[in-house]
């Protein structure tokens, strides 16, 4: 197979032999414009490769993405570090350079409480990974090569010792003279360190843990780097239920993904059958809507916080015999980087079948579209936030939707769900029903009185019954 240099080096000889027809063509009248433009193509598609080989398109590896456009505009905040870089995208940023010094006492700190070496550590990552290119999804041409190892190596220590990844026996009441500092903005490399452009392969924790180990002979207890990761996530994830412990992760976001997988698949919708109503043409499935938690109370449908023996993710929303199912949902302030930026790397990494996330975010954005609906699911203990108000979640999540490219047409999570959702709302007597429930049973004494009524009612049709044979046996 040629590399990047022969397939680049193939195509300037393609287009200097276009260039050279083009010569030869200059006075046959149309053939020559032809050559030109042939020629003029051949450059723009010679520098649309470069341009993707150089980013990694096509690489399995290539697991670490920029967030897209389309949805960095509602809010470039969620997706930009705060304190730290992690990785090469926001590496150099005039705003994080404060940092920079901590991170290299970092890595001064993890080599004298350990005892290994930077050669140690740096022929430990040349093993692990040996192409860091290729994990990072976009053009990489103005980083060398030793460069990029070096931001891995720092970054990849800084990050390891900031997960705990480290229990030196013989200095167990040492503290790193550089973690004060870490501490004092903790909050804000929780927040960086979640960011999807903001990430290391997890190939480069497990070389440093690797490293450290090697180097100590097993005095230095240093915990797996999947344990090291579990952990922190599920600090994290303390308020968000989760139904699976994953047993790898390619980075941290890919981590939290992971965590949020439905407990069963088959609730994605794919491993069984759903009968979509036929629309009247064409024979085409009927294009079906989401709706507001205020419409489908309208016509009787329950909300009900999701409890099962089983464990439950936060993604395993149900609905069965009129009662919607929801798991409880904490809005606070990590929420909506942390859902922004799996949704990110769902909409990069995979198809809309898989992208459990973000058809979880685009349920509940338009479940809540107004402030009444928020009102009514916090009244139900389905969402408990800390927010200003509850227009402020729901404005949160529209704003969370936006840019989002979904295929509703395919198999998606969460699709059985609403299409005997939307069933429901369309059968006429569900809305009956609802109105008269609303109407006559919802204040007891009301209740009483109906059936204080219907009591009344049908002793006068006995007695009335009664009179009646009474007559017919004894005519005058």
């Known amino acids: 197979m040629k590399n990047h240099g022969e397939r ?17 063509d200059h006075g046959t009248g149309g053939n020559g414009g032809s050559a030109r433009t042939a020629a003029y193509i051949q450059n723009k598609l010679n520098q649309v490769s470069s341009d993707l080989v150089a980013a990694g398109v096509g690489e399995a590896a290539a697991v670490i993405y920029r967030v897209p456009q389309k949805l960095r505009v509602s809010n470039t905040e969620a997706y930009q570090p705060m304190q730290v870089s992690i990785g090469p995208y926001h590496h150099g940023s005039p705003d994080l350079q404060e940092m920079e010094p901590t991170k290299c006492a970092v890595v001064l700190d993890l080599c004298k409480l350990t005892g290994v070496t930077l050669v140690q550590l740096v022929h430990m990552l040349d093993q692990e990974v040996k192409d860091p290119r290729k994990y990072y999804r976009s053009k990489m041409d103005m980083v060398g ?7 891995l190596l720092i970054d990849g220590c800084f990050l390891f010792s900031y997960l705990g990844g480290l229990r030196p026996a013989q200095a167990k009441n040492q503290v790193p003279s550089s973690a004060a500092h870490v501490y004092s903005v903790d909050s804000a490399i929780q927040h960086d360190i979640l960011l999807l452009e903001n990430q290391v392969p997890s190939s480069v924790l497990k070389a440093i843990g690797s490293a450290i180990s090697a180097a100590q002979n097993g005095k230095v207890d240093t915990i797996p780097v999947n344990e090291l990761a579990c952990g922190f996530i599920e600090g994290v994830f303390q308020y968000i239920p989760t139904a699976v412990k994953p047993d790898g992760f390619d980075h941290l976001v890919d981590l939290c993904y992971r965590y949020l997988q439905p407990f069963s698949q088959t609730a994605r919708g794919g491993d069984h059958e759903i009968t979509m109503p036929r629309g009247e043409d064409h024979g085409q499935p009927e294009v079906r809507r989401l709706r507001r938690a205020s419409e489908y109370r309208e016509t009787g449908i329950r909300f009900i916080t999701q409890r099962s023996r089983r464990p439950v993710s936060l993604l395993d929303v149900t609905f069965s015999r009129g009662v919607l199912r929801i798991p409880r949902l904490v809005v606070d302030e990590r929420t909506e980087y942390l ?55 729901s404005d949160m999540f529209k704003q969370m939707s936006k840019g989002i490219v979904f295929d509703f047409s395919g198999e998606y999570h969460l699709k059985d769900v609403t299409v005997a959702l939307e069933k429901h709302y369309r059968d006429r007597r569900n809305r009956w029903m609802a109105l008269l429930r609303h109407t006559y049973f919802s204040n007891p004494w009301l209740i009483l009185g109906a059936v204080v009524a219907m009591v009344a009612f049908a002793l006068g049709v006995s007695q009335a019954a009664l009179k009646f044979f009474h007559f017919a046996r004894n005519p005058k």
């Not at 990069?348 to 479940?367: G, H, I, K, P």
């Open 339 to 393: 859902l922004r930026n799996i949704v990110a790397y769902e909409q990069e990494s995979f198809s809309s079948r898989d992208s459990y996330v973000t058809a979880y975010v685009l349920f509940v954005s338009q479940l809540m579209s107004k402030a009444e609906d928020v009102t009514l699911l916090s009244e139900k203990d389905i969402l408990i936030h800390q927010l200003g108000s509850d227009e402020e979640v």
């Open 8 to 24: 680049a080096a193939a195509d300037t000889m393609t287009t200097q032999m276009l260039m050279q027809h083009q010569g030869t």
């Open 145 to 151: 090569d030793e460069a990029l190892s070096a931001q």
